[in-house]
């Protein structure tokens, strides 16, 4: 669908509703490409990193083992909001307050040599702030300075029913949008690229499983939504 994968060095919107599969498919994504020779750079923001470690148990991934291996560098952050107006991120393994995500996130890309990094999800760095302008800068100054490290980015999005207006699509140079939907009374999962600038891609709707293999996208198979 992608031509041959993610764009190098762009940044990339995964957004879905819940159990929609984000945070398995970014995670094979990191897990493949450091198979492939490319370490990657996995940050968590909301679920802790030991329940998703045990979640993932049953994918034949080797999380840890490439963790042990310098391939993959996982770091754990999780907010702290104060007086609904602000929120401090602190590491979840020490609870000492991160000064900076991307200071953080660099450190780790710099000591693996990493080509890849995923945040998961963007939601969390977001939610505090109400106002749309300030929303969008705080969103576009993320991006450029992900850019600016040079790893392709991976970035989840929690997306809602009821499809509000997501400006991080509209910023990021990719989309990809999962959704479920009742087809013939059985509920189908989809895939469908929304955009991804500089390359050709197959902007089809396809149907997807997580499988005992993983993440798996049926691309042969018409869809209708």
């Not at 996982?74 to 991160?98: H, I, M, N, P, Q």
Request: some cysteine; aromatic content about 8%.
């Amino acid at each position: 669908m992608l031509g041959g994968g993610f764009p190098q060095g762009r940044v990339i919107l995964i957004s879905g509703g819940p159990g929609a599969g984000k945070t398995n498919l970014s995670l094979q994504f990191i897990a493949s490409a450091a198979d492939e020779g490319d370490p990657g750079v996995y940050v968590t923001l909301e679920e802790p990193l030991e329940l998703i470690r045990q979640n993932i148990d049953g994918f034949d991934w080797k999380i840890i083992e490439k963790e042990v291996k310098n391939k993959i560098r996982l770091l754990d952050f999780y907010s702290v909001s104060f007086l609904f107006t602000a929120y401090e991120l602190r590491d979840r393994r020490d609870r000492d307050s991160v000064t900076s995500i991307l200071e953080g996130i660099e450190k780790a890309v710099k000591n693996i040599e990493a080509k890849n990094i995923v945040i998961d999800p963007i939601t969390t760095l977001t939610l505090q702030e109400v106002r749309a302008g300030a929303k969008r800068r705080m969103i576009a100054d993320l991006f450029t300075s992900l850019r600016r490290i040079g790893c392709t980015t991976i970035i989840t999005s929690e997306m809602s029913s009821s499809r509000d207006f997501m400006v991080e699509e509209f910023l990021a140079d990719g989309v990809i949008r999962l959704s479920k939907h009742i087809e013939n009374f059985q509920m189908v999962s989809v895939l469908r690229i929304e955009k991804m600038r500089g390359i050709k891609y197959d902007d089809q709707p396809r149907r997807y499983a997580i499988t005992s293999r993983g993440f798996t996208v049926f691309q042969a198979e018409p869809v209708l939504i």
